[in-house]
T-cell receptor, first 109, second 113 residues
Framework: KNEVEQSPQNLTAQEGEFITINCSYS?????LHWLQQHPGGGIVSLFM???GKKKHGRLIATINIQEKHSSLHITASHPRDSAVYIC???????????FGTGTSLTVIP | KAGVTQTPRYLIKTRGQQVTLSCSPI?????VSWYQQTPGQGLQFLFE???????NKGNFPGRFSGRQFSNSRSEMNVSTLELGDSALYLC????????????FGPGTRLLVL
């Protein structure tokens, strides 16, 4: 059983489209993280959330603690947004991550 | 500040050998976590070190071990390598607290033949 479930697994969008990636988790958490991984492996932390909503440029992340659900939105998507987006949670019990399986996003010009 | 660095970046080993990977965290960070990424299993947590002590451990066999030095640099060791150990090994550092943002290194890509 995976502690973190992500959907969709793959997503193809036209440039300019609004994109939503969803994440559900089953454990008590101290924080939820959205990560971005480009081809070649490097991982960048986009957001860390423990409640509410955060916005950075065209990226918006929300979390509903009661429903154990988070969403990552990308407005006005661009080909450079093409990457794998990974949801990860830090459980109450420690400082490690439990990861979702990732969403592979391709934005077509 | 310099980011997280990992050495080596690429490594080829044969079954039965052992390997040691190194991670230098961001200056001032005391927590270092290690992760394995494979196409089949995705990203999985190996262990976390904080102030030279293993604070958390994932579900990996004892062939996987690690340590942290007083300068927070960390090493992980895999003994008796198996083909399935071929993976991208990532380390990440953070300050001190639970739930902090983790900063990832570029990874070490290990191929076991």
């Amino acid at each position: 059983k995976n502690e973190v479930e992500q959907s969709p697994q793959n997503l193809t969008a036209q440039e300019g489209e609004f994109i939503t990636i969803n994440c559900s988790y089953s454990v008590g958490i101290s924080a939820l993280h959205w990560l971005q991984q480009h081809p070649g492996g490097g991982i960048v932390s986009l957001f860390m959330l423990s409640s509410g909503k955060k916005k950075h440029g065209r990226l918006i992340a929300t979390i509903n603690i009661q429903e154990k659900h988070s969403s990552l939105h990308i407005t006005a998507s661009h080909p450079r947004d093409s990457a794998v987006y990974i949801c990860a949670v830090t459980p109450n019990t420690g400082n490690q991550f439990y990861f979702g399986t990732g969403t592979s996003l391709t934005v077509i010009p | 500040k310099a980011g997280v660095t990992q050495t080596p970046r690429y490594l080829i080993k044969t079954r039965g050998q052992q390997v040691t990977l190194s991670c230098s965290p961001i200056s001032g960070h005391r927590s270092v976590s290690w992760y394995q990424q494979t196409p089949g299993q995705g990203l999985q947590f190996l262990f976390e070190y904080f102030s030279e002590t293993q604070r958390n451990k994932g579900n990996f066999p004892g062939r996987f071990s690690g340590r942290q030095f007083s300068n927070s640099r960390s090493e992980m060791n895999v003994s008796t390598l198996e083909l399935g150990d071929s993976a991208l090994y990532l380390c990440a550092s953070s300050g001190t607290g639970t739930g902090e943002t983790q900063y990832f290194g570029p990874g070490t890509r290990l191929l076991v033949l």
